[in-house]
């Protein structure tokens, strides 16, 4: 099954969450620097509109890629998401921060530790953001 391809990123201007479809430009007027753009999904693009009326320029760090995944109360799951389930051996609450890494999504609840997304997405829940809320991670060590 193909997923959407989508991305959040943090709006450089407001700093509000903006998600759709990302792309970065390259320039070289003299000094190299590269910008990032989400334009965002339910964003109306009438062929006589410019482009650069439509995207909008996020901050690179804050950029995540949706990873296919629904938690369980249905919210889509991003790339740096923090989200939460009971453990099912100490009844306690796990911490878990949504990576990517070699070409899969985990669920990292430690520096060397972490499992497929894929194997627990349905009884996850998510509870902040890396980038808003980091303190949910240090709470969970």
Not at 22 to 49: L, S, V
Request: net charge negative; with cysteine.
């Amino acid at each position: 099954m193909d997923r959407e391809h989508l991305y959040r990123g943090k709006r450089k201007d407001n700093g509000e969450w903006v998600i759709g479809y990302y792309f970065c430009m390259h320039h070289n007027d003299g000094r190299t620097h590269i910008h990032h753009f989400i334009i965002p999904i339910d964003a109306e693009i009438p062929k006589d509109k410019p482009i650069g009326e439509i995207q909008v320029e996020v901050i690179p760090e804050t950029v995540g890629e949706y990873t296919g995944e629904q938690d369980k109360n249905g919210k889509k799951i991003f790339e740096g998401d923090i989200c939460s389930k009971f453990s099912n051996y100490s009844g306690k609450k796990i911490f878990f921060s949504i990576v990517f890494e070699q070409g899969l999504f985990y669920a990292r609840y430690s520096e060397t530790a972490g499992m497929p997304l894929c194997d627990i997405c349905e009884k996850v829940e998510i509870i902040g953001n890396i980038h808003d809320n980091p303190e949910l991670l240090e709470v969970a060590e």
